[in-house]
């Protein structure tokens, strides 16, 4: 039951990325949220409120024509309201690899921290 509540969040989580719908977005990202990366030396940072601002003012990958690939990792479950998830999706013309960590909050599953990283392009 846990695991199938858990996929759905991430099915939204996959749609919000295409199409940044952003009240799907806010119902995804708690509002603390944090996302983190390093990649190339470069250590990336950024608040829910920026990466909101970032999505909001930009064209959704689906809006430019780009198709979705979406995979679901793993699913590690640590009690019944966290657990920890990696997907791998297409954004845009970029592979990523995301680390989630999850809480039920509510009766409701939000992402709280995110790792991500461009895992190469998509050739």
Same mark, same amino acid.
């Given at each position: ?17 295409q199409t ?9 990202? @708690? ?16 608040? =829910? ?15 430019? &024509? =780009?198709?979705?690939l979406d ?20 954004? =845009? ?13 509510? &009766? ?8 991500? @990283? ?6």
């Open positions: 039951m846990l695991i199938n509540e858990i996929k759905a969040m991430l099915e939204n989580y996959f749609s919000v990325l940044q719908d952003l009240q799907g977005f806010d119902e995804v990202f @708690h509002s603390g949220c944090v996302l983190y990366s390093a990649q190339d030396g470069e250590v990336t940072v950024r608040p =829910f409120a920026q990466y909101r601002a970032m999505v909001q003012g930009r064209e959704s990958p689906q809006e430019r &024509g =780009f198709a979705s995979e679901i990792l793993m699913i590690d479950v640590m009690s019944p309201e966290m657990a920890m998830v990696k997907v791998r999706l297409r954004l =845009f013309d970029n592979i990523m690899v995301d680390y989630l960590n999850v809480m039920k909050v509510q &009766g409701k599953w939000m992402i709280f921290a995110k790792l991500f @990283h461009k895992q190469g392009n998509v050739a």
